[in-house]
């Protein structure tokens, strides 16, 4: 993976993988997002929590979607969360992004992923988890990171599998999804997991 730390008149930060290229989407990118987001509707929104029914929907709302990267870059800035863009062959595939970033005696952070459909089965997404989870671990001297998933959710449940990321187990009633209180399977990797697994996962994905 090759990592571009940008000055203010550069382009944005860039994570590259063997066939992804990501980035934090900015407000230049809403057509085409939105476009993948709204043909993926119904593929997307069953694991995703719901939305506020009086906000502003940023998928058919430009300006709630240039107020969403606003407050990415804000949180990138803050050290909080990393979020990026996919893109494969310079068209956006999907997001993949490191959330709920602790420092402290914690210095942990959570990966979420979501895919156009177009581009499932594909390996993108792992590879992309794959480029995140070295940005974390080399970059952002995290010490562990986490996947939580919905039990039935098999298609991202396969990602975790495919590279062999420790299942931790069952977390009861553990996030809000589609307006119901979902258990969730907790997957998590430690800067001394990658440290062992590094030349293996970086020469099947990177």
């Known amino acids: 993976m090759a990592l571009r730390h940008p000055s203010k008149a550069a382009a944005p930060m860039r994570l ?21 987001r709204s ?12 939305r506020h029914p ?19 870059d804000r949180d990138r800035a803050n050290g909080t969360a990393f979020q990026f863009g996919l893109f494969v062959d310079q068209q956006i595939a999907g997001e993949v992004n490191l959330n709920n970033v602790i420092r402290g ?19 993108y997404v792992a590879e992309g988890v794959v480029v995140l989870i070295q940005f974390a671990f080399e970059q952002l001297s995290l010490h562990r990171v986490e996947i939580c998933i919905v039990p039935r959710n098999t298609n991202s449940r396969r990602i975790m599998e495919k ?7 069952l977390a009861e009633r553990y996030l809000e999804i589609n307006g119901v209180w979902e258990d969730h399977i907790r997957y998590g990797m430690t800067a001394e997991e990658w440290t062992a697994r590094r030349d293996e996962l970086t020469a099947d994905w990177l």
């Open 16 to 36: 590259y993988g063997r066939r992804v290229m990501m980035r934090p989407l900015a407000a230049g990118d809403y057509q085409a997002w939105s476009d993948v």
């Open 39 to 50: 043909r993926n509707e119904g593929w997307l929104t069953v694991w995703e929590p719901r």
């Open 54 to 72: 009086n906000l502003p929907d940023p998928i058919t709302d430009r300006s709630a979607f240039t107020s969403r990267c606003v407050q990415r």
């Open 105 to 123: 005696a914690m210095q942990s952070g959570t990966i979420g992923y979501w895919v156009d459909r177009r581009h499932a089965g594909q390996g």
């Open 163 to 169: 590279l062999k990321i420790r299942d931790e187990g």
